[in-house]
């Protein structure tokens, strides 16, 4: 069975002793995950260390940095390399989160170099692909992010790609309050994974698990992530209420 996830991508925001809180609070109820269910914390860089203590012995749960560089050490001031990320004991790193390609410039074959070093280093890359309203508009959203698994994904080995998570975020809905309807979620990411059935062959395409990111909230978390190809979700602005993030946890696939 693919892993289910629900992934919390807290962006630039909280101070310490909010993130502290906000941790306490969703890991302070009591709840059941099943053996391929997930909960992920991507959390800014000060914070890794105090939420890697946080979930310390807690089972399926894990946390992610929300980047990483493309070298691996040297004179590259204020960049932080997946060595440093995993010397603290993350597990995961967000790789080309649509902010970082538009506001950061990340091309894919960029992002194709940083995940080369998350695998090399046993970090799990979140690899996030996905369309602007233009295209979406256009109706060619299914080759313009075709194209970003192309450019980024294909060159790894059938081995290495069924270590990475995708998750498929429809720019246009990304703090808009605008969400994918769960039949235009489900219709891209059945053709997401068609597309890597092409290259990789179905076998090894049905194992990938594929979030959704896009104004997920707790009021239509059951209904997309009840989708087949819908393996849970990376959360923006609600996973920073822990309430609402909770009731996305419980909304993963029973």
């Known amino acids: 069975m693919r892993k289910q996830i629900a992934a919390a991508n807290w962006k630039m925001n909280l101070t310490l002793s909010q993130a502290s809180d906000l941790l306490d609070e ?60 995993k010397s603290v004991g993350v597990t995961h790193v967000i790789v080309g989160h649509s902010e970082r390609r538009e506001y950061f410039g990340e091309s894919n074959a960029m992002l194709a170099e940083k995940l080369n070093l998350a695998l090399e280093s046993g970090l799990t890359p979140i690899f996030c ?35 990475i998570v995708i998750a498929y975020e429809p720019i246009w809905a990304i703090g808009t309050g605008k969400t994918a309807s769960s039949a235009q979620a489900q219709e891209i990411q059945a053709y997401l994974r068609s597309a890597l059935a092409s290259q990789y062959g179905n076998e090894i395409a049905n194992q990938v698990s594929i979030l959704y990111g896009g104004s997920v909230k707790a009021n239509n978390a059951v209904e997309l992530f009840g989708c087949a190809d819908v393996d849970g979700g990376l959360v923006g602005g609600a996973s920073l209420n822990g309430v609402e993030f909770g009731a996305i946890i419980d909304g993963l696939k029973k």
């Open 26 to 85: 969703v890991l302070s109820k009591p709840r059941t995950l099943g053996k391929d269910q997930w909960v992920v914390f991507g959390v800014p860089f000060p914070y890794l260390p105090m939420a890697v203590e946080k979930i310390r012995g807690r089972a399926n749960t894990a946390i992610a940095a929300q980047n990483c560089y493309t070298k691996k050490s040297g004179a590259y001031t204020g960049e932080v390399s997946v060595e440093m990320l």
């Open 129 to 163: 692909c996905g369309e602007p309203l233009s295209i979406r508009e256009a109706e060619t959203q299914n080759a313009f992010v075709e194209k970003q698994l192309k450019e980024s994904l294909y060159h790894l080995s059938s081995e290495q790609l069924l270590k």
